[in-house]
């Protein structure tokens, strides 16, 4: 079963925009990672924040982890149309596994 | 190689019939996961390995699935017997650390069973 599970499933914005998705977990974790598929290709990683961390930036990536809710977010700053993939959250209880939500859609509009 | 490398990309099986997948990790890398992706959802774990030990097969759905790392470098992913429901991308990744932090992913192989 999958554990994360982002908000909203499909999201579709204009280039310059910023986009915004949501991931919400159940049990508790050791770190939280964030994944970028393209179609039809693996995926990429993009970021990953442990546990005693609050916020991380890479670029134009901005994550947010909230322990307290079980819920991380991700922001994509000043999107592009090569930023159109899926996106997904994955988290690491501990038994070295990484459980996956089912990806946010985001389309990105030149 | 420059990344995680998987044969054959596409794959079509009549039902019943055996398969094997491939993964040629990057070189060093020492620990090596599998997961299955159905259309529209994330990635389920189903074994990994940590050099040429199979640690973790838990995920694996049944006794048809198996998966071998003799040598801790290359890996194979083996399915007898296929049914249509083990139609789905097999994704195979490595990590240089022994953690699942920071995975590079193949571009996977499509198996369709007919």
């Known amino acids: 079963s999958q554990q994360g599970e982002e908000d909203p499933q499909a999201l579709s914005i204009q280039e310059g925009e910023n986009a915004t998705m949501n991931c919400s977990y159940k049990t508790s974790i050791n770190n939280l990672q964030w994944y970028r598929q393209n179609s039809g290709r693996g995926l990429v990683h993009l970021i990953l924040?442990?546990?005693?961390?609050r916020e991380k930036h890479s670029g134009r990536l901005r994550v947010t982890l909230d322990t307290s809710k079980k819920s991380s977010s991700l922001l994509i700053t000043a999107s592009r149309a090569a930023d159109t993939a899926s996106y997904f959250c994955?988290?690491?209880?501990?038994?070295?596994?990484?459980?996956f939500g089912k990806g946010n859609q985001v389309v990105v509009i030149p | 190689g420059a990344g995680v490398s998987q044969s054959p990309r596409y794959k079509v099986a009549k039902r019943g019939q055996d398969v094997a997948l491939r993964c040629d990790p990057i070189s060093g890398h020492v620990s090596l996961f599998w997961y299955q992706q159905a259309l529209g959802q994330g990635p389920e774990f189903l074994t990994y390995f940590q050099n040429e030990a199979q640690l973790d097969k838990s995920g694996l759905p049944s006794d048809r699935f198996f998966a071998e790392r003799p040598e801790g470098s290359v890996s194979t992913l083996k399915i007898q017997r296929t049914q249509q429901e083990d139609s789905a991308v097999y994704l195979c990744a490595s990590s240089f650390f022994a953690t699942n932090e920071k995975l590079f992913f193949g571009s996977g192989t499509q198996l369709s069973v007919l």
């Open positions: 924040i442990r546990s005693n961390e």
């Open positions: 994955a988290t690491d209880g501990g038994n070295n596994r990484l459980a």
